[in-house]
Every structure is written in C-alpha cells, then in structure tokens.
C-alpha cells in the first residue's frame, strides 16, 4: 500500500514538471517533454508533440544539437533547454505584414588601404552601422570561440564575427555559431547582406564585400573585395535587407 501511494505521488511530479527544471532523456515522459516538443518543432525540427520522449524525439533532439554545435549525446540538460528555448523563440518570430525589402545597393562599398570597409552613400543605416561594427574588428586575430562569451573579445571566430557585425546593426540579439546561422533569418540571398553558413564555416557579404576570418590570411582584414565558391553552404538574411 506504501508504494502504490509513493508512485501516486511520484508521477504526477515528473508529468507536470516544468521545462528546463530536470534533464530530459530518451524513456522519460511529462508536460516539459512536450514543451521540448514544441519548441524542437518551432526551431525547425519537427516533432510529434506526445510528452514521449522516444526513438523519434531523440532524433530530432539529435539534429538539433549537431545544427546548433551542441554534444550530440540526445540528452537535454537545463542549459541545453535554454538554448532550445532561444531558438523557439526565433523560429516563432514573423516580421511585420508591411515590412518590404530595402531597395538593393547601385554600388558596393569598397575596401580602403588599411582593410576597413566603406559603405555606400544608398546603405540603409542598419548596413550602415553593420559595416562600422566589422570595422571595429576587422584586423583582430581569429580566436576560437571568441565572440560567443562575451560580445567585446580579444579575437573571433568565423560566426562570433559576423555576430558581432550583425549586432552592431540591431540585426541579431546573442552570438550565433555556424550552425546555428543555417537557420538566421530568412532563406535566400538579400539585397544587401547575405551570410553563408554550414555546420563548420560561415562568412558574409554585405553591399558587395565579403566579411570573412579566412581573408584575413592574405590581407589581415576580415573585409575582402575578392569572391569565394559559396558550394555547400546555406544562405540567409537578415529580414528586409
């Protein structure tokens, strides 16, 4: 009788648990496994929404740790559902009904001696002010991982420095890795700012340059006037530009 009473007790706990308050895994079931569903299938990685956690919600939880490079293990702990969670709500975000592209640039900016780059006199402000943002680290060192702690670094890597750019035009609101940047935005190029990215690299083109810790191997800057193969990756932007 004492341990039919203790399951009674013990079952609705786990089933009404809340999201982020245990660490969810393959066999467990509850309201938070739900939540996790939802959130899975809102990110863009659809779920069945059963508060099972089962062989098919352990492979989306799979595929989004590997996009988000994330340990792939299926295992969700708290700060992996808050990383879940940050992705719902960007997944969940529509732009407003009238918002329309801005106009695309009738000149590219250009690369100065020193490796900065120089906008367009017809540059919307938000490029505007990307562009400044890339400046300010366009000649630092590549660092890995650097730009993902903390916005102001000693150095950064490929996605922590177009996250830094992208920031400085109010167009992203934390550090984005490569992975993650596969799902940034909207799909397709943009008129004036279009980031590529793939699971273990990502640059930018922003009016016409390319933003990218590979130029800085030949001029020491991150902007580049000179094209790459954008073959096997993703192209996003950021939503009317």
């Given at each position: 009788?004492?341990?039919?009473?203790?399951?009674?007790?013990?079952?609705?706990?786990?089933?009404?648990?809340?999201?982020?308050?245990?660490?969810?895994?393959?066999?467990?079931?509850?309201?938070?496994?739900?939540?996790?569903?939802?959130?899975?299938?809102?990110?863009?990685?659809?779920?069945?929404?059963?508060?099972?956690?089962?062989?098919?919600?352990?492979?989306?939880?799979?595929?989004?740790?590997?996009?988000?490079?994330?340990?792939?293990?299926?295992?969700?702990?708290?700060?992996?559902?808050?990383?879940?969670?940050a992705a719902a709500r960007e997944g969940a975000?529509?732009?407003?009904?009238?918002?329309?592209?801005?106009?695309?640039?009738?000149?590219?900016?250009?690369?100065?001696?020193?490796?900065?780059?120089?906008?367009?006199?017809?540059?919307?402000?938000?490029?505007?002010?990307?562009?400044?943002?890339?400046?300010?680290?366009?000649?630092?060192?590549?660092?890995?991982?650097?730009?993902?702690?903390?916005?102001?670094?000693?150095?950064?890597?490929?996605?922590?420095?177009?996250?830094?750019?992208?920031?400085?035009?109010?167009?992203?609101?934390?550090p984005h890795d490569s992975g993650a940047l596969?799902?940034?935005?909207?799909?397709?190029?943009?008129?004036?700012?279009?980031?590529?990215?793939?699971?273990?690299?990502?640059?930018?083109?922003?009016?016409?340059?390319?933003?990218?810790?590979?130029?800085?191997?030949?001029?020491?800057?991150?902007?580049?006037?000179?094209?790459?193969?954008?073959?096997?990756?993703?192209?996003?932007?950021?939503?009317?530009?």
């Amino acid at each position: 009788m004492g341990l039919v009473c203790a399951l009674l007790l013990v079952v609705p706990v786990a089933d009404a648990a809340s999201f982020g308050s245990r660490t969810l895994r393959e066999g467990m079931s509850g309201s938070d496994i739900r939540t996790l569903q939802r959130h899975l299938t809102t990110a863009g990685f659809p779920t069945t929404v059963d508060g099972q956690f089962g062989p098919r919600t352990e492979r989306s939880v799979i595929k989004f740790e590997r996009a988000e490079d994330m340990t792939v293990d299926g295992v969700i702990t708290r700060p992996d559902a808050r990383t879940i969670r940050a992705a719902a709500r960007e997944g969940a975000e529509e732009p407003p009904k009238d918002e329309r592209p801005a106009p695309a640039p009738s000149e590219d900016a250009t690369v100065t001696a020193d490796g900065l780059a120089v906008a367009p006199a017809s540059a919307p402000p938000e490029v505007r002010a990307v562009i400044e943002a890339g400046n300010e680290i366009a000649t630092k060192p590549y660092k890995y991982g650097g730009g993902h702690g903390r916005w102001r670094d000693s150095g950064y890597d490929c996605s922590g420095s177009i996250s830094y750019a992208l920031r400085g035009g109010g167009l992203i609101g934390r550090p984005h890795d490569s992975g993650a940047l596969t799902r940034y935005g909207k799909t397709g190029r943009g008129a004036w700012i279009t980031v590529y990215a793939n699971s273990g690299h990502a640059y930018m083109i922003v009016a016409g340059l390319r933003f990218d810790t590979s130029a800085r191997k030949r001029s020491g800057s991150r902007w580049s006037d000179s094209p790459r193969s954008s073959r096997g990756y993703v192209a996003r932007h950021p939503t009317g530009f």
